[in-house]
């Protein structure tokens, strides 16, 4: 073998192993990225881009965010089931505390506001006190968010219309979508506690930038959130920023 095609393969490799899951249609990108798995604590940033072909470009500045309990696991989402060949870190289950690692759309946004009072440029539901997310893996309605039906199949749900801030605004993000039971549900990115609060398995920040980020996204935003080693291995064949 030639050195020159050596050196082509080289290049090649990380596409073959890593298939790309961004799809060419986004024009927007929220990028999460922690210190290691199991950290609580990391950094969200917006990206934009003109065109599949250019290159991504940076909206404001970082902000902080704080994910699980657990830190992050592998969910199941644009980049698949589980977590890419030998980019290693562990897996995300049901009620494990740790917010999903992979690439996931944005799909809509939900508050306790009335829908001609939030700016977005996403879908937007109007949390009734009757609005639920179900996170019973028994239950036909595993990780929807729907109206409470007249007989629920399920025995355990979040509100989303809560007592406190939490969910004054939040986003979806399409995290074991068709749903697998015990692969995760409910997860958001919403208000949080506190920059030393962690979440059940959403990813949070202050009330200011969620505004922001809220009102900034359009139908095709996909979020990749991964800790920084693996971010760093993934970056070029998925041709992140």
Not at 53 to 73: F, K, N, T, Y
Request: hydrophobic share 40%.
């Amino acid at each position: 073998m030639t050195v020159r095609l050596c050196f082509l393969l080289a290049l090649l490799l990380p596409a073959a192993i890593y298939a790309q899951p961004i799809p060419a249609s986004a024009r927007q990108l929220v990028v999460v990225i922690t210190p290691a798995w199991d950290a609580t604590t990391g950094s969200l940033v917006r990206y934009v881009r003109p065109s599949a072909r250019a290159a991504w470009r940076q909206v404001g500045e970082a902000v902080p965010i704080v994910v699980g309990r657990s830190g992050l696991g592998w969910g199941r989402g644009l980049h698949g089931d589980s977590a890419p060949r030998g980019a290693g870190g562990p897996g995300k289950a049901e009620g494990d505390g740790r917010s999903p690692a992979g690439v996931f759309r944005l799909t809509e946004a939900f508050g306790y506001a009335p829908e001609d009072s939030v700016r977005t440029g996403l879908p937007y539901r109007h949390a009734t006190a009757d609005l639920e997310c179900v996170d019973d893996p028994a239950s036909a309605l595993y990780n929807q968010v729907i109206q409470r039906p007249a007989a629920p199949d399920y025995t355990s749900h979040e509100e989303m219309r809560r007592p406190d801030a939490l969910y004054r605004v939040g986003v979806v993000v399409a995290h074991n979508d068709p749903a697998v039971p015990r692969g995760g549900s409910c997860i958001f990115l919403h208000q949080w506690s506190g920059p030393r609060s962690t979440t059940s398995g959403c990813t949070a920040m202050a009330a200011a930038p969620l505004d922001a980020l809220v009102a900034w996204l359009r139908p095709g935003a996909v979020l990749v959130q991964l800790p920084e080693t693996p971010y760093r291995r993934l970056r070029r064949a998925w041709r992140l920023p």
